[in-house]
């Protein structure tokens, strides 16, 4: 006979969804979120009770971690012993908590994120505050359930006299939730609960002239109330939270900044790190040395600078880029009837306060059957002290105990456990003065069972209860508050200067997209002369800018680029630059077709777009200030196979001049060109017909007179006056620029508007590259074709025109 099957034949998905299912569950319910009750995990709740059972407590001597981790894990909690040590150690931590639950003896770990040590070495106990969370837990006040191996009971939730969750705070992160409540001040929190008790309305506003905000172990600073407020009104929010610093004067008339405290779960160790770098790495001018001075005393790192420097700028720079000023995110996740819930102050303080109604209820119900049982007992032995003579003659007449025990029930009508307590009385007890303090202890009980039937039989005087043992915890554990609040962020204003060592380069941009900057003195001891370049590629611009200065490179397919000047790599004359594909995506077929150095934004501003399929398009220079550096973004939007040939910056009152192919020239005022935002697609330039395309579009001033230089495929090369053309308006077809010729026609390849000091290059199909000065050619009339500066049939065609690079400010100084 054949085994049957042990396998399930389950689609896979079906399996994995259902073994993933469990996983979560077990993962939200049972690991990474804590209870609303007692604010608590639960290998948190086991360590803590663990303690408690073993008497580990803050009124005994301090025991081995190892003991305490060996019984959670052997009673309790069936994982890895450094999982366990670890929220062990967590829970001893005073940067972490902020009322710690665990006292611990040794290295427990620091600030700097340094591990404890091994739990063979540290000794803990349970801090004071921790017996107020375990307190009456033998009282029946909360359930309990078998543990993993069903040898013994742990309970479900502690029955926690404070709320926990809201003084400690928690973070975890479980499959699809994640929680981050950040720790309160014990006293604020107990007010607030009081209040809620008093006034189950009370609302946000309310909760928050008691309940300030957090306050972290770490102190520091909390910027935004509306934040705390929005987060405690949905769970979720951001406030900024930074460091206390503070500026002083040292030797040598020099400043340094110092820090003695910072955010919350920030790791000291890699924030001084961070700084130095910043230092190291010149990215902020003006820091001397960075050391950390924390020493057992407190937390101490200092940040001294060098003389003249603007310290409020260095320290706003060190707020904004390193970890002494970070995003607090609130997002108030705990598990409520089994279920994780985004909570609400309000809920989470209603959680709390039905959770002490229960277990004061239960604690009192516990009390209570005590209480009468006592008195059920002490009525009995007053009683039989009263007829003592009787019932010693009983008992001597008696066989045994449990004779004794039927005899005294069946003549003098006592209870089986006022019997027992009476064949177990001692002699000593005989004594007169005992009837008197059993007298007394009987007045105490009945005292005591009207009172705990007072607490059952009236809610109000339950809530009374609670909020008595509440205010009795504030008095003994509250401390003042260690975080201050603002109430608004402050916008942190960075002066460049204090970055950037201020200091005058030449920047080099090629074509082809290779850029760098040049100190000066490497392009003087060269004299301009052995530029690097890769062949077929040539500069677009030279220019001498400071290092606080921005770039806008502007490629012909349509994206611009921005780059600080200072970020530029410092490379030598003679070598060749860096290629912008190190700092953004670049096209192979992509290259760059402007440089537009920056000073200043300045309004009023306009930037010019010429596309090669007769679009115009005019904004406003300031929508270019953008503040993403790490990638090209859109300049304006190009339609199929369209490209922008040229980029200009203009004041709003220029001319343009645009020139085809096939020798059309159109001169108009910029004023014609409407102003469209940053991506728009602009409008039609130049009336264009079949196989004709715009080689060039030039901004001038009329005052200048300047001249219009053409060069064609065949090496024929042209200067016209501007006056043999007339103005008029966009989107015409324009004029003749060169005489049609039926065989072997002229097409314009370059076209440039051009002053004394221009020279024009171009390359040819042989790879030949010949330079040209328009103004040495003589003025020509519209129906030319110019003079021939080379022959095509031994030299090739002209492919490629570009005017030689001059050197440039930037734009935004007062001259520009």
Known sequence: MSQPEKFLDLPLE?????????????????????????????????????????????????????????????????????????AMVRL????????????????????????????????ARLSAISSELLRDIDKETVDFIPNFDETTLEPVVLPAKFPNLLVNGSTGISAGYATDIPPHNLAEVIDAVIMKVDNPE??????????????????????GVEGIKKAYETGRGKIIVRGKARIEEI???????????????????????KMDELRLDRKVEGIAEVRDESDRTGLRVVVELKKEVNSEGILNYLYKNTDLQVNYHFNMVAIQDRTPKLLSLSQILDAYIEHQKEVVTRQTTFDL???????????????????????????RSSKDKQDAKKRIVAAYDFSEAQAEAIVMLQLYRLTNTDITQLQKEAEELFKQIEDLEAILGSEKVLLQSIKKDLRLIKRTFQNPRRTAIEDKIEELKINIEVMIASEDVLVSISKDGYLKRTSLRSYTASNGEDLAIKDQDHLVSLMEVNTTDKLLLFTNKGKYIIIPVHELPDIRWKDIGQHLSNVVAFDKDEHIIQCIPI?????????????????????????YNAQRQSKSLIALNLKQDDEVVSVHVTGGKSDVFITSNKGFGLWYAEEEINVVGQRAAGVKAIQLKEDEYVVNGQIFYELSNPSLFIITQRGAAKRMRLLE????????????????????????????VVNEQDKVNFRTSNGEIHQVFPLGLSNSDRYSNGSFLIDTEIQGEVIEVWKEAQYERPFGEADA
Do not use: C
């Open 599 to 623: 000073r200043k934004f300045e309004e009023n501003k306009y930037l010019l777009f010429f596309t090669k399929n007769g679009m115009v398009k005019r904004s406003e220079l300031m929508l």
């Open 725 to 752: 053309f007339e103005r008029t308006s966009r989107a015409k077809r324009g004029l003749v620029m060169l005489r049609d010729l039926k065989s072997k026609p002229h097409r314009v390849r370059g076209f440039f």
């Open 369 to 395: 059957k005590k209480a009468k049982d006592r008195a059920h007992i002490v009525e009995g032995l007053i009683k039989a002290i009263s007829i003592l003579d009787e019932l010693i003659v009983t008992i």
């Open 92 to 123: 001893s931590q005073d940067w972490k908590l902020r009322n710690e639950l665990i006292e611990m003896h040794g290295n427990n770990g620091s600030m700097d994120g340094d591990p404890a040590a091994a739990m063979r070495y540290t000794e």
């Open 251 to 273: 030797r040598g008339n020099r400043e340094q900044i110092v820090i003695e405290e910072i955010p919350f779960e920030v790791n000291k160790a890699n924030m001084v790190k």
């Open 14 to 86: 079906e399996a994995i969804g259902d073994r993933f299912g469990r996983y979560s569950k077990y993962i939200i319910q049972d690991r990474a979120l804590p209870d609303v009750r007692d604010g608590l995990k639960p290998v948190q709740r086991r360590i803590l009770y663990a303690m408690h059972v073993e008497k580990n407590t803050h009124d005994r001597i301090f025991r081995k971690s190892a003991k305490t981790v060996g019984n959670v894990i052997g009673n309790y909690h069936p994982h890895g012993d450094s999982s366990v040590y670890e």
């Open 202 to 223: 009370a609302t946000i506003e309310d909760l928050m002239k008691v309940i300030k905000g957090p306050d972290f172990p770490t102190g520091g600073i909390i910027q």
